[in-house]
């Protein structure tokens, strides 16, 4: 018996022993690699570049070119001219059909989504007055603008969604008017009409 133990244990390589235990360490290695290179996927999470996101939205298909406009605390103001003013972006300005056609190809590719989006990515306290300025009319026609004011930092919250109709070129409307306490959290929801577009060209 003692032999054949001593026979056993002559016969273990540790050569062997060190590649195979190296094998082990590679594949766990690439293993983690793996789930690194592709994460699981995570269904409705926001990416919390802003603490607010508005979209104002009009029919799919419609030429006519409506404007999103925000004052903020201190007379601040974002439109098309000033895309960014402090903490006040508007990330995309849709100009209703001007905009929406693309050549691929040599081949027209319409885009029929009309939607201008405004995000606020801190919170400074004071009033924010959201408008909508009808800027121009390609069949004059009334257009009904829906816009969406939502708080997304840290948890998607549905502050205001309602529907305005803007009747002919240049009218001007209050969307939606909330103020920040300077706890940072949102008062005083209204509609009060008040002008800023006219204001500013004046």
């Not at 300005?93 to 929406?100: E, H, L, Q, V, W």
């Not at 008040?194 to 004046?202: C, F, G, H, L, Q």
């Given at each position: 018996m003692r032999l054949l133990g001593q026979r056993q244990n002559?016969?273990?390589?540790?050569?062997?022993?060190?590649?195979?235990?190296?094998?082990?360490?590679?594949?766990?290695?690439?293993?983690?690699?793996?789930?690194?290179?592709?994460?699981?996927?995570?269904?409705?999470?926001?990416?919390?570049?802003?603490?607010?996101?508005?979209?104002?939205s009009w029919p799919d298909h419609d030429p006519n070119d409506i404007d999103l406009w925000a004052q903020g605390p201190s007379q601040s103001k974002v439109w098309y001219k000033r895309p960014q003013h402090g903490l006040m972006h508007l990330d995309r300005?849709?100009?209703?059909?001007?905009?929406?056609?693309?050549?691929v190809n040599g081949q027209e590719i319409i885009n029929p989504l009309n939607q201008e989006v405004l995000t606020i990515r801190g919170r400074p306290p004071g009033e924010y007055i959201i408008n909508l300025h009808y800027f121009?009319?390609?069949?004059?026609?009334?257009?009904?603008?829906?816009?969406?004011?939502?708080?997304?930092?840290?948890?998607?919250?549905?502050?205001?969604?309602?529907?305005?109709?803007?009747?002919?070129?240049?009218?001007?409307?209050t969307a939606i008017r909330f103020t920040l306490t300077p706890e940072g959290e949102v008062s005083n929801i209204n509609q009060l009409q008040?002008?800023?577009?006219?204001?500013?060209?004046?």
């Open positions: 002559a016969e273990i390589d540790p050569f062997t022993d060190l590649l195979f235990n190296a094998l082990l360490t590679f594949t766990f290695l690439f293993l983690i690699a793996l789930l690194l290179l592709n994460p699981p996927a995570k269904s409705g999470i926001i990416d919390p570049k802003a603490e607010f996101l508005i979209t104002a300005d849709d100009r209703g059909i001007a905009n929406d056609i693309q050549v121009k009319s390609e069949n004059q026609q009334p257009v009904p603008v829906t816009v969406y004011v939502a708080e997304v930092n840290p948890v998607l919250k549905v502050i205001s969604y309602n529907t305005v109709t803007l009747q002919k070129s240049n009218d001007e409307m008040k002008t800023i577009v006219k204001a500013e060209r004046k």
